[in-house]
């Protein structure tokens, strides 16, 4: 067999099997995060999140909303190396992000059912 022959072949049932794929997974959320980032960011982003006072404040008068706090979070990156992850409850990280050119640290409380934002404050770098 020639190798353009191999190749059709191997391209043609790659293809099948895309399909296959695709049919199988169509509707569900699968995804791969697999780094210490991506999977932290994840679990918090899927709690319900609570603020505190002095957080609440941040937000209103920086004109902020739940969806950019849950987006600041989610594509965020965690500083594990100020973050206190030894606890055996609810662990302390620090997210830092930025929304509209301004540097922004979240510091969160996650606990199992809930996740806390203990405080959000601008960072100049």
């Not at 191997?10 to 995804?31: Q, T």
Request: glycine fraction near 4%.
């Amino acid at each position: 067999m020639k190798f353009t022959q191999r190749l059709a072949y191997y391209l043609g049932g790659f293809s099948i099997g895309l399909i296959i794929l695709m049919f199988f997974l169509n509707g569900k959320e699968a995804s791969c995060d697999y780094s210490p980032n991506a999977r932290t960011t994840k679990n918090i982003s899927s709690k319900p999140i609570l603020y505190t006072d002095k957080t609440s404040k941040f937000i209103v008068e920086n004109d902020l909303d739940s969806v950019t706090i849950v987006n600041l979070i989610k594509y965020g990156n965690v500083d594990f190396s100020r973050s206190n992850t030894n606890l055996d409850s609810c662990k302390i990280y620090v997210v830092e992000n930025s929304y509209k050119s301004q540097n922004l640290e979240l510091k969160l409380r996650n606990c199992d059912s809930t996740a806390t934002l203990i405080d959000i404050k601008h960072t100049f770098n």
